[in-house]
């Protein structure tokens, strides 16, 4: 069984999923759209809201100390992201950017690179990979930026990516984003 439950915050609403009491799922619930890009993704078992689900309040709790201000630690949430072995190992880096920096899909790359044994990784598969992140915030894929300070994708937005980053009081001065459709 699945529990999912919403949180209100300043960013708007958050979905959040579970499963054996453990989160498997928090997105930005910008439109129905979102919430069935995550429903397909976990194959769906049987869903079912629960509010008070332990894991689903301890996680809100989370956001609240998150948005509040304060470092809560990754560690306080038994996480259970679903995805492929790869998408693991570059998740596991994402958790490992500290609280107000970023990094780069290079960076990230060359890190995947020395840890599967290759000579070299694309930027793009780490791309794929940290666009395909089911716990965001938690498991931090808004710290992830493209070469040169290019605020490049987030599943949430680009306004959000800078907000959770000018919430971690990250130095965002040097870093810009290029509007495609312009």
Known sequence: MIYTSVYRGFLGEIGLASRDNRLIGLWFLREQADTQRFY????????????????????????????????????????????????????????????????????????????THKEKMAAQAIGGAVGRNPIGIIIPCHRVIGAN????????GIEKKIALLELERANIKRLYYFDKTL
Not at 49 to 71: M, V
Not at 149 to 156: D, H
């Open 40 to 115: 397909n993704e976990i194959h769906t078992q049987e869903i079912q809201e629960k509010s008070d689900e332990p894991i689903l309040r301890q996680a809100k709790e989370w956001l609240e100390q998150y948005f509040g201000g304060k470092k809560p630690s990754i560690d306080e949430i038994p996480l259970e992201p679903s995805g492929s072995g790869f998408a693991k190992i570059v998740w596991n880096l994402l958790i490992q950017i500290p609280y107000g920096e970023v990094c780069t899909y290079g960076e990230l790359a060359k890190e995947v690179a020395k840890i």
């Open 149 to 156: 300070g290019n605020l490049t994708g987030y599943t949430g």
